[in-house]
Structure formats: C-alpha cells, structure tokens
T-cell receptor, first 115, second 113 residues
C-alpha cells in the first residue's frame, strides 16, 4: 500500500533549537496538509499546499513556523526557535486532486517534545 | 476553533454491540468525512459522504448526513475489540477554495471483549 512517510518519528529538542520535520507524500498526490495534534487543542490545520503552492497557512504562527514544498516529493515544516508549547504530534496528509471526493492519507506523525 | 463536534466524547460497549457516534458542524459543507485513529498512530480515512447524499454504507459502517440539522452519525455494527480507537469527523467547508478539512475533537470508542 502507498503511504505517506514522515521523519523523524520522534524528536526531543531543547527550547530555542530549530526543528525540521519532513514528509514524503504519496506519488501523484498534489494536495498536502500539515496538522498538529495536542490533547488540549485537538487537530489543528497548520498549512496546506496544492501543486506545491501554499493555499492556506493561516493556522500557523508565522513568526516561528514555516512550511515549504521544495519539490513534489518533499514537504517540510520548520520551527525556529522552538518553544515548549510546540510539543505535539505533527501529521502530514496527502491526497490527489479533488481528494475531497475520496479522503486523505495520513502519515504516522512526528512526536515533538521541546524541553 | 473546531468546525465539528463529536458526541459522545467517550463510549464503552461490549463486543457485538453497535456503536453510534454523532457529529455536529457549523457551516455549509462540500462533504463530511470520518477518520479513525488508533493510539499513537496516524488517522485512517473510513468513509466520505457528500452534501447531496443522506446515507452511505461501507462494510460494517453506516454514515448518515442531515444538512438541515448540520449533523452526521457514524454507526459501527457488530463491533469488535479491534474497533477500539478514536473516531473523528472532518468537514470540507463550502466557503474555502479547496479541500480544507477541519476536524472535530473525536469520540474515544472502547469495545470490551
């Protein structure tokens, strides 16, 4: 089965350090999402791309977060500098054009702990 | 803020029983989707229902949608211990230019053997 691959699976870092999370969407999928999941806030949409162009990143704190798709096989989410409140599980999801008809495929997530 | 709200927050049943989870949302939608999440894992897409559909089936899953009440329900029949997971509804709002899924807070389902 095709899958969305996220790396790393776990990351522990000190406050103030830069964190980069990577996502390899399923080949042929042109829509990519980044979500953050915490117990308090649930699943929050951070950003999403179509054909590598950012369509919406209004859910992302712009001062420290950035999301890019340098090519169709890689999406990145960067936090600089990281803070303890960024501790969460970050999910990437991808889907084909008009995946709204079929649903999206999620990766296994990156569990980030900022100490 | 979350678009969808699931009810109940937690549900515990015996194997073989049916489980019903409800979802309410606020704005007009293109479609509504249900996802499952096992502990420590990513979300898995279960079923999608379009705004012009009222009911949909997939195996032991049955989803209904009432756009006049802005609500949906997910029924799992003949539940199994392996169905233990969190279930989320997600809406694709009409006002956005693309598919921009917004998730509810989820229902934690426990199926006891």
């Amino acid at each position: 089965d095709a899958r969305v691959t996220q790396t790393p699976r776990h990351k522990v870092t000190e406050m103030g350090q830069e964190v980069t999370m990577r996502c390899q969407p399923i080949l042929g999928h042109n829509t990519v999402f980044w979500y953050r999941q915490t117990m308090m806030q649930g699943l929050e949409l951070l950003a999403y791309f179509r054909n590598r162009a950012p369509l919406d990143d209004s859910g992302m704190p712009k001062d420290r977060f950035s999301a890019e798709m340098p090519d169709a096989t890689l999406a990145t989410l960067k936090i600089q500098p990281s803070e303890p409140r960024d501790s969460a599980v970050y999910f990437c999801a991808s889907g084909p054009h008009w995946a709204g008809d079929y649903g999206y495929t999620f990766g296994s997530g990156t569990r980030l702990t900022v100490v | 803020s979350q678009q969808g709200e699931e009810d109940p927050q937690a549900l515990s049943i015996q194997e073989g029983e049916n489980a019903t989870m409800n979802c309410s949302y606020k704005t007009s939608i293109n479609n509504l989707q249900w996802y499952r999440q096992n502990s420590g894992r990513g979300l898995v897409h279960l079923i999608l229902i379009r705004s012009n559909e009222r009911e949909k089936h997939s195996g032991r899953l049955r989803v209904t949608l009432d756009t006049s009440k802005k609500s949906s329900s997910l029924l799992i029949t003949a539940s199994r211990a392996a169905d233990t997971a969190s279930y989320f509804c997600a809406t694709d709002p009409k006002e956005t230019s693309g598919s921009r899924l917004t998730f509810g807070e989820g229902t934690q389902l426990t199926v006891n053997p």
